[in-house]
């Protein structure tokens, strides 16, 4: 059975960092894309970040760019999320989730599974 | 960036009776060279995270109730609930994946009626 925990969410002042994590289990890790998907709570879906399951090659929204780097550990199956210079808006749950290529590099696809998310809070 | 447009953003249908959900892309995601749509549907109940419930435009994700189906080509696609069961109430998305950044609509709420 696919599961995937995500661990590391919580109440950041604007400017600030966090790290989210996500350990996968039941699918061989390294495989397999991974991505980020953000939602305000109560709102749409925002494609946040994606990686190659090798970890070669990332991809990233604009609102992020710069600011957020993805990046996995195969031998740990553990996707990571570092966000710095946090802002208000980006405020909202953060899930992971496996991600199936429609692209050689990945950088397109859709999302097979995705976890309960973490939460992300931007305030002062 | 591709926009999609969902419609109506709700919508309450009788158990039993038939719902459907449009999607509306800003340009074809029809890919001529292996003529797929490059389009997904997602189902969130509340408190969950998403499910995937088609690919390809038309494709149900293993184990998804052949009472949900996809349909539509280009920009103009379709997620048609042939009768609503109670377990159907949800939040329901699509999705983009033939250009980057990935997009999704904004959504469509069903209820019963």
Redesign the interface.
């Known amino acids: 059975e696919v599961q995937v925990l995500e661990s590391g969410g919580g109440l950041v002042q604007p400017g600030g960092s966090l790290r989210l994590s996500c350990v996968a289990s039941g699918f061989t890790f390294s495989d397999f894309a991974m991505t980020w998907v953000r939602q305000v709570p109560g709102k749409?879906?925002?494609?946040v970040s994606?990686i190659s399951g090798g970890g070669g090659s990332t991809?990233y929204?604009?609102s992020v760019k710069g600011r957020f780097t993805i990046s996995r550990d195969n031998s740990k199956n553990t996707l990571y999320l570092q966000m710095n210079s946090l802002r208000a808006d980006d405020t909202a749950i953060y899930?992971c989730g496996k991600y199936?290529c429609?692209s050689t590099n990945c950088?397109?696809?859709?999302?097979?599974?995705?976890?309960?998310?973490a939460l992300v809070t931007v305030s002062s | 960036d591709i926009v999609m447009a969902q419609s109506p953003d709700s919508l309450a249908v009788s158990l039993g009776e038939r719902a459907t959900i449009n999607c509306k892309s800003s340009q074809s995601v029809l890919y001529r060279a292996d003529n797929r749509n490059y389009l997904a549907w997602y189902q969130q109940k509340p408190g969950q995270p998403p499910k995937l419930l088609i690919y390809w435009a038309s494709t149900r994700e293993s184990g998804v109730p052949d009472r949900f189906s996809g349909s539509g080509s280009g920009t103009d696609f379709t997620l048609t609930i042939s009768s609503l069961q109670a377990g159907d109430v949800a939040v329901y998305y699509c999705q983009q994946y033939y250009g980057s950044p990935l997009t999704f609509g904004g959504g469509t709420k069903v209820e019963i009626k």
């Open positions: 749409g879906l925002e494609w994606s991809y929204a604009d899930s199936y429609t950088d397109r696809g859709y999302f097979d599974f995705w976890g309960q998310g």
